[in-house]
């Protein structure tokens, strides 16, 4: 199996978004971009329980900041 899927994290959403993680955009403007495509699609682990990887999250930082992963 590959070594980086053993030790991909998976993130919730609390953790991405202001004020506790690095991306300063509110949970409606989060969701329109994932349904947009302009952010990345999470995970579905439950009815009501969405996690997004580590990886995806921060290739979308760098994006943010015009660097190419």
Same mark, same amino acid.
């Given at each position: 199996?590959? !070594?980086?899927?053993?030790? !991909?994290?998976?993130?919730?959403?609390?953790?991405?978004?202001?004020?506790?993680?690095?991306?300063?955009?509110?949970?409606?403007?989060?969701?329109?971009?994932?349904?947009?495509? !302009?952010?990345?699609?999470?995970?579905?682990? /439950?009815? $009501?329980?969405?996690?997004?990887?580590?990886?995806?999250?921060?290739?979308?930082?760098? $994006?943010?900041? /015009?660097? !190419?992963?």
């Amino acid at each position: 199996m590959d !070594e980086k899927l053993i030790n !991909e994290k998976l993130l919730r959403l609390s953790s991405i978004l202001a004020p506790m993680g690095p991306i300063p955009v509110s949970k409606s403007t989060w969701w329109k971009k994932v349904r947009s495509g !302009e952010f990345p699609a999470g995970l579905k682990l /439950g009815p $009501r329980t969405t996690a997004w990887r580590q990886s995806d999250v921060l290739a979308l930082i760098k $994006r943010f900041e /015009g660097t !190419e992963v």
